[in-house]
Structures are given as structure tokens and as C-alpha cells.
């Protein structure tokens, strides 16, 4: 399922990219969910295009609250992985989730491009 696309929201996809590039660079998974929040804010800003103004790193984390919203926001996320086509045993590995807040892949298969 390579090149299945899923659609996401600008904080979805925030989201996603910061569990990502956790995973990519070997860190540990994390114990609460709202520990992300760092690592959401770095990446947006490594991200973000001074120049334009519709990037979604200047809408991604506006009214943002790290008490709730990173458990909706994978909740979505396996959502939308589900209505792609991906088994409940693909999105467990690829949607962190209580028990297990990281991406369950190999360093060496995540590509951020």
C-alpha cells in the first residue's frame, strides 16, 4: 500500500510528521500522548514557508491543545487509514495509540520527503 493516499488536515498531518521523524531518527516511543507537542512545534517550524502564507505549517497548530487533541488527532488518522484500505493490523503499527505511541516501523522504512 505504498501509494495509497490518505488525505490529511494540516494537524493531522503535523501530527503524523512529528511521530514520523521520531521514529526515523530511532527516539523511544513516547509515554503520554501529550508529550508530542515539542516535537509538533519543532517540526512545524523546521517546515514552515516564511513566504507563504497558505503552508500549512502557519495553520497547524492554531488553537492547538496538547491535552486533547493529539488522541483525536490519531483517532482521525486511523480513521482515514481504514477508509484507505489499510487492515487494523496496518494502521496498529502505523497510528500511534495507548501502549504503544510511535510508529512501528524500521528507521530505514520511513522516507520523509
Excluded at 490518505?6 to 501529550?34: I, N
Excluded at 495553520?59 to 486533547?68: I, Q, S, V
Excluded at 487494523?88 to 510511535?102: D, F, H, I, Y
Aim: glycine share 8%; hydrophobic share 35%; with cysteine.
Amino acid at each position: 500500500m505504498n501509494d495509497t493516499t490518505v488525505p490529511l488536515s494540516a494537524r493531522e498531518f503535523l501530527f503524523y510528521l512529528a511521530f514520523a521523524r521520531r521514529s526515523k531518527q530511532g527516539d523511544p516511543p513516547l509515554r503520554a500522548f501529550v508529550d508530542i507537542e515539542n516535537d509538533m512545534r519543532q517540526a512545524c517550524e523546521d517546515y514552515r514557508n516564511p513566504d507563504d502564507f497558505g503552508h500549512w505549517s502557519h495553520e497547524a497548530l492554531n488553537g492547538f491543545d496538547a491535552t486533547e487533541d493529539p488522541r483525536k488527532l490519531a483517532c482521525a488518522i486511523r480513521g482515514k487509514m481504514g477508509d484507505a484500505g489499510f487492515s487494523k493490523a496496518q494502521v496498529g503499527r502505523l497510528v500511534p495509540r495507548q501502549g504503544s505511541l510511535t510508529i512501528e516501523l524500521p528507521p530505514e522504512s520511513i522516507e520523509i520527503a
